[in-house]
């Protein structure tokens, strides 16, 4: 009878040893791994301790990863073993698992010693392509039974899956250390972007702002000596008047460009939209003896808002116009390409220079004596903010084309007019 419920005990305990092997691939923590293997074995084995030895690459030798059982060793009180140690080179050597006979039988007085400190009535290497990656330790049977052959070959194949786990859990934990440095290093990288972006909008509007105020601090100096002479007053108002007014644009721009409202989107038809800001530019569209060409081949709406794009189109405009320097031509074009409108604004301008090129949406850049250069900056931030894109293309002497891409809006991406 006795014999009898040993082998049912037995067959108990390695079952589920196999269902831990199964089970051990789903844990990415290799100190919970270390922790489950060992507690699982204790318990379901009955055995004075199970404790689990790891390879630290990072002390290059095994280390006590964990322990459990009435007799388990303590963590701090082992520093591990070297891989030229007579334990680890018997366990690399042989490949399975050995017993405490005959590790005993091993003449070595650095082994006596280990074998006895740590207890071991066996040890079990965990291999991976016959690399040791750790192994585990068993102590006697509390019950006071032997270790048989099938007991053998369920820890030898325990270890092997928990190698394996090991492994996996440790290149998880590599992946995960990984992506935190990267985590780290692209916070670092946008900070060092937003404080260089920040330290050229400061460059860029103290430069704009500096000249204004130069020209009102000179006639205020001279308000008090001057202040009966009327074309002095005169000249005073006009001037200063304007350059409040060039500082309130630069201020207004920058707040445009840096943060913009949200667009309070609706369903427009850009040529329309492209008529009435050009009516907004009439006067100066005629002393410019700038012509105007229409090519709008679809009307199919997007969702837009309507004074944001107004503000993009007017920006965009007024480029050419400074562009052209008059006598120029100025073309408008709409056309439909699947489930996008496309506008094109084209002037006939000087253009401009290719090593400018990857520069133009940069804020505060601008090749023109006057202008703040936050133009195409705001122009491409409302223009993103609506889903779309925008395109520069420009040549010296030949002129410039600006293409801004759109979604159409929902009900005519398919079925448009």
């Known amino acids: ?223 008090d000596t001057h202040y009966d002479d009327p074309s002095f007053r005169a000249k005073f108002q006009r001037i200063v008047g304007a350059e409040v007014e060039r500082i309130h644009r630069t201020v207004q721009q920058l707040l445009d460009f840096a943060k913009p409202m949200p667009p309070r989107l609706t369903v427009v038809e850009l040529p329309r939209l492209a008529d009435e800001t050009l009516e907004l530019l009439a006067n100066e569209l005629l002393e410019r003896q700038v012509e105007v060409h229409r090519r709008y081949e679809s009307a199919a709406p997007i969702l837009a808002d309507p004074q944001q794009f107004k503000q993009v189109l007017l920006n965009l405009f007024l480029n050419s116009l400074q562009a052209m320097d008059g006598h120029g031509r100025l073309t408008i074009q709409t056309v439909r390409r699947d489930t996008t409108l496309v506008l094109t604004v084209i002037d006939d301008g000087e253009g401009i220079a290719p090593e400018h090129l990857p520069h133009v949406f940069e804020p505060f850049f601008t090749t023109k004596d006057k202008g703040t250069g936050l133009g195409l900056a705001v122009v491409q931030g409302i223009v993103t903010e609506h889903g779309g894109r925008v395109t520069l293309d420009s040549r010296p002497g030949q002129g410039t084309r600006v293409t801004l891409s759109f979604p159409l809006a929902a009900s005519h991406s398919v079925d448009g007019p």
């Open 1 to 223: 009878m006795e014999e009898a419920r040993l082998l049912k005990e037995r067959r108990r305990y390695q079952r589920t040893l196999q269902h831990a092997a199964r089970g051990m691939t789903q844990v990415r923590s290799v100190t919970k791994l270390a922790n489950l293997i060992t507690r699982l074995v204790a318990r379901a084995v009955g055995t004075t301790h199970a404790s689990l030895f790891l390879w630290d690459p990072t002390h290059q030798r095994y280390v006590l990863g964990a322990s459990h059982g009435p007799k388990r060793l303590a963590l701090q009180s082992h520093n591990g073993l070297e891989p030229s140690h007579p334990l680890i080179q018997w366990l690399t050597t042989h490949c399975r698992v050995v017993t405490e006979e005959e590790l005993a039988r091993y003449p070595d007085p650095a082994m006596s010693r280990e074998l006895t400190h740590l207890g071991v009535a066996l040890a079990v290497p965990g291999l991976v392509e016959r690399r040791l990656i750790g192994w585990l330790i068993l102590g006697h049977k509390r019950s006071g039974a032997g270790y048989f052959a099938d007991d053998l070959r369920a820890f030898s194949t325990l270890a092997d899956e928990a190698a394996i786990a090991i492994e996996n859990a440790r290149s998880y934990e590599e992946l995960l250390k990984v992506n935190e440095q990267l985590k780290t290093t692209s916070e670092r990288l946008l900070i060092q972007e937003r404080l260089a972006v920040a330290g050229q909008i400061a460059t860029g509007m103290a430069h704009e702002i500096k000249n204004p105020l130069t020209a009102i601090k000179t006639f205020t100096e001279f308000l």
